[in-house]
T-cell receptor
């Protein structure tokens, strides 16, 4: 079935450093979503990308969708302790297009 | 709006016991789903519903039952709990059954099966 691969699994950074997580699919995605889960919390929707080559920004967060719509990335500039958490990408499932398939997530820790 | 409400927040079961995890949403969402989250495994879809009276299996449905008698409620039943079902369970809903819709998650239920 459809799989969405996400790397790295963990990332430890010093506060102020940049952070990037990558999401890859073997098939073309109609869209991709990103979620953030704070420690002990639940996933919260961040953004959706739909167009080939799309770039969206939310303050220090930059989201990109690849030209072939098979990969995506989330880049955080100058991390802060409030960025701590697990970031998930999610894409449409294979046979059941209405369901989202989540990557395994990238857990970000930030050292002050 | 309360959003998506899950109960209980924590539960400990013995192997073989049954229980129901409750999920309710007050946003008139058509689509509801259950995910389980295990360390290093991300979020895996258990069951989903595209409307009252309609349910279907997700990626890991074995050992779980669901029903959807109303738009608001989507309970998840464990018929005979097993240690492999120790996990954090999230209920999620969206306006419609489309991957263009964002999911709203409940706060989760942490389940331990001894």
């Amino acid at each position: 079935g459809q799989q969405v691969m996400q790397i790295p699994q963990y990332q430890h950074v010093q506060e102020g450093e940049d952070f990037t997580t990558y999401c890859n699919s073997s098939t073309t995605l109609s869209n991709i979503q990103w979620y953030k889960q704070r420690p002990g919390g639940h996933p919260v929707f961040l953004i959706q990308l739909v167009k080939s080559g799309e770039v969206k920004k939310q303050k220090r967060l930059t989201f990109q969708f690849g030209e072939a719509k098979k990969n995506s990335s989330l880049h955080i500039t100058a991390t802060q302790t409030t960025d701590v958490g697990t970031y998930f990408c999610a894409g449409p499932g294979g046979g059941s297009q209405g369901n989202l398939i989540f990557g395994k997530g990238t857990k970000l820790s930030v050292k002050p | 709006n309360a959003g998506v409400t899950q109960t209980p927040k924590f539960q400990v079961l013995k192997t073989g016991q049954s229980m129901t995890l409750q999920c309710a949403q007050d946003m008139n969402h058509e689509y509801m789903s259950w995910y389980r989250q295990d360390p290093g495994m991300g979020l895996r879809l258990i069951h989903y519903s595209v409307g009252a009276g309609i349910t279907d299996q997700g990626e890991v449905p074995n050992g779980y039952n669901v029903s959807r008698s109303t738009t608001e409620d989507f309970p998840l039943r464990l018929l005979s709990a097993a240690p492999s079902q120790t996990s954090v369970y999230f209920c999620a809903s969206s306006y419609s059954w489309s991957t263009n819709e964002k999911l709203f998650f409940g706060s989760g239920t942490q389940l331990s099966v001894l």
